[in-house]
């Protein structure tokens, strides 16, 4: 009997409809991560924020077997292929930073920036992962790194009023917590030189250092300061006798 296909356009008969399976998968992957995340916009809308959490995280997983789908249609050229992952990789980025939304409203911060760094590992240029992630670093005590992202998404975002005004509130915040922070490491070298001084009989208080007008630089005085002798044995001239 004569074969009706041969073994080689069989096995690539097979593969095509593999490759059409999968290309079928990565579409349904896309629709229901819409779904989803349409779900998670809903339940955020009303206040469940546990829930929206949950969908998102459902049109997440879906999303990135979206991506997983794109990588295996080799039937598809070059550019399909480039404009589906980049669908894929875009809506993994919005499901992290609607995510993050849900974590912030539901006081876990640490997850918040976790998800905000991911969305933004995706997209550099993601406004909104950035001025997420500023909400959770500040409440997570970072406010240099809160002002780093308003900065950041005033640049993405310049009509953006509240990372405008985010920005001017953080700023002398900031500028605050550095003088602070500067004094602390003044006081903490100032007892190390003491101690260290103290063992010749000396302290920093014996030391002055008087800035040059001109040039702006310093110079550092050796003092020698003796207690003035208050014996009494001495007259002020208007003192009457």
Same mark, same amino acid.
């Given at each position: 009997?004569?074969? &009706?296909?041969?073994?080689?356009? !069989? @096995?690539?008969?097979?593969? !095509?409809?593999?490759?059409?399976?999968?290309?079928?998968?990565?579409? =349904?992957?896309? /629709?229901?991560?819409?779904? @989803?995340?349409?779900? #998670?916009?809903?339940?955020?809308?009303?206040?469940?924020?546990?829930?929206?959490?949950?969908?998102?995280?459902?049109? &997440?997983?879906?999303?990135? =077997?979206?991506?997983?789908?794109? !990588?295996?249609?080799?039937?598809?050229?070059?550019?399909?292929?480039?404009? #589906?992952?980049?669908? #894929?990789?875009?809506?993994?980025?919005? +499901? &992290?930073? $609607?995510?993050?939304?849900?974590? &912030?409203?539901?006081?876990?911060?640490?997850?918040?920036? /976790?998800? +905000?760094?991911?969305?933004?590992?995706?997209? =550099?240029?993601?406004?909104?992962?950035? !001025? @997420?992630?500023?909400?959770?670093?500040?409440?997570?005590?970072?406010?240099?790194?809160?002002?780093? %992202?308003?900065? /950041?998404?005033?640049?993405?975002?310049?009509?953006?009023?509240?990372?405008?005004?985010?920005?001017?509130?953080?700023?002398?915040?900031?500028?605050?917590?550095?003088?602070?922070?500067? @004094?602390e490491m003044l006081d903490k070298m100032k007892d190390l030189g003491n101690s260290l001084l103290g063992n010749f009989g000396l302290s920093l208080d014996n030391f002055k250092a008087e800035k040059d007008a001109t040039t702006g630089s310093y110079s550092i005085q050796f003092v020698n300061e003796k207690k003035r002798s208050t014996?009494? %044995?001495? $007259?002020?001239?208007?003192?009457?006798?």
């Open positions: 009997m004569v074969a &009706l296909v041969d073994a080689d356009d !069989a @096995r690539g008969a097979t593969d !095509a409809r593999d490759d059409d399976g999968d290309a079928r998968d990565a579409r =349904g992957d896309a /629709r229901d991560a819409a779904a @989803r995340r349409r779900d #998670g916009n809903a339940a955020f809308a009303r206040g469940a924020y546990a829930e929206a959490s949950r969908a998102y995280t459902d049109a &997440l997983t879906r999303a990135r =077997g979206e991506r997983r789908g794109d !990588a295996r249609e080799d039937a598809l050229d070059a550019g399909e292929d480039a404009a #589906g992952a980049a669908r #894929g990789d875009g809506d993994a980025a919005t +499901c &992290l930073a $609607n995510r993050a939304a849900c974590w &912030l409203k539901l006081e876990r911060y640490e997850d918040a920036a /976790r998800d +905000c760094d991911e969305a933004i590992a995706i997209d =550099g240029t993601y406004a909104k992962a950035y !001025a @997420r992630r500023a909400r959770a670093r500040e409440a997570l005590g970072d406010e240099e790194g809160a002002l780093e %992202d308003w900065e /950041r998404t005033r640049a993405l975002a310049p009509r953006d009023a509240t990372a405008r005004d985010e920005t001017r509130r953080l700023k002398p915040v900031v500028e605050r917590k550095r003088e602070e922070m500067k @004094r014996t009494g %044995d001495e $007259n002020d001239e208007d003192d009457e006798n």
